[in-house]
T-cell receptor, first 112, second 113 residues
Framework: SQQGEEDPQALSIQEGENATMNCSYKTSINNLQWYRQNSGRGLVHLILIRSNEREKHSGRLRVTLDTSKKSSSLLITASRAADTASYFCATDSNFGNEKLTFGTGTRLTIIP | NAGVTQTPKFQVLKTGQSMTLQCAQD?????MYWYRQDPGMGLRLIYY???????DKGEVPNGYNVSRLNKREFSLRLESAAPSQTSVYFCASSGYRGSYEQYFGPGTRLTVT
């Protein structure tokens, strides 16, 4: 079963706007990660946030984690056409920290 | 560095045929993974290998076998392909203690008719 569920399933915004996508999960975690997948390609790691962290930044990316609500959000600021992709959250599972369980993803389209 | 490589990129099989998907990484990673990705389902873990000589089942292992040939290579075998195994297969690796970032290959698109 899926540990993470992303919301919304699809999002279209104008270039330059900010994009926010959310992830909810069911059980306690040690880490939560976000990945990007361009069409027809493998996933690329974006950012990892640990359970004792509340917010993390990397370039135009901002990730928050609320362990009390079992949720995370990914904010992409000043979006670009190249940000068009699917975004997945992934959580470490009960089997151990190195196994990840992926959500179903948010399909982001940036309109030039 | 090539990172994670997978062969083949595309494959069409008939029901009952067998094949092996190959994966290799050149990052000296200990852990390697096989996932399948189906529309609307995200990625699901098929098998996992924490180190050379060890393998472990993931969420959807039925119909598959794996071999961790050495530290670099991790293969996935379909002994008798079924239409339900039509999917995109991704291999990944990770290796840094304290950081469980996974590196993915480009994928193999498999169709079983």
């Amino acid at each position: 079963s899926q540990q993470g569920e992303e919301d919304p399933q699809a999002l279209s915004i104008q270039e330059g706007e900010n994009a926010t996508m959310n992830c909810s999960y069911k059980t306690s975690i040690n880490n939560l990660q976000w990945y990007r997948q361009n069409s027809g390609r493998g996933l690329v790691h974006l950012i990892l946030i640990r359970s004792n962290e509340r917010e993390k930044h990397s370039g135009r990316l901002r990730v928050t984690l609320d362990t009390s609500k079992k949720s995370s959000s990914l904010l992409i600021t000043a979006s670009r056409a190249a940000d068009t992709a699917s975004y997945f959250c992934a959580t470490d599972s009960n089997f151990g920290n190195e196994k990840l369980t992926f959500g179903t993803g948010t399909r982001l389209t940036i309109i030039p | 560095n090539a990172g994670v490589t997978q062969t083949p990129k595309f494959q069409v099989l008939k029901t009952g045929q067998s094949m092996t998907l190959q994966c290799a990484q050149d990052m000296n990673h200990n852990s390697m993974y096989w996932y399948r990705q189906d529309p609307g389902m995200g990625l699901r873990l098929i098998y996992y290998s924490a180190s050379e000589g060890t393998t472990d089942k993931g969420e959807v292992p039925n119909g598959y076998n794996v071999s961790r040939l050495n530290k670099r290579e991790f293969s996935l075998r379909l002994e008798s392909a079924a239409p339900s195994q039509t999917s995109v297969y991704f291999c990944a690796s990770s290796g840094y203690r304290g950081s469980y970032e996974q590196y993915f290959g480009p994928g193999t698109r498999l169709t079983v008719t």
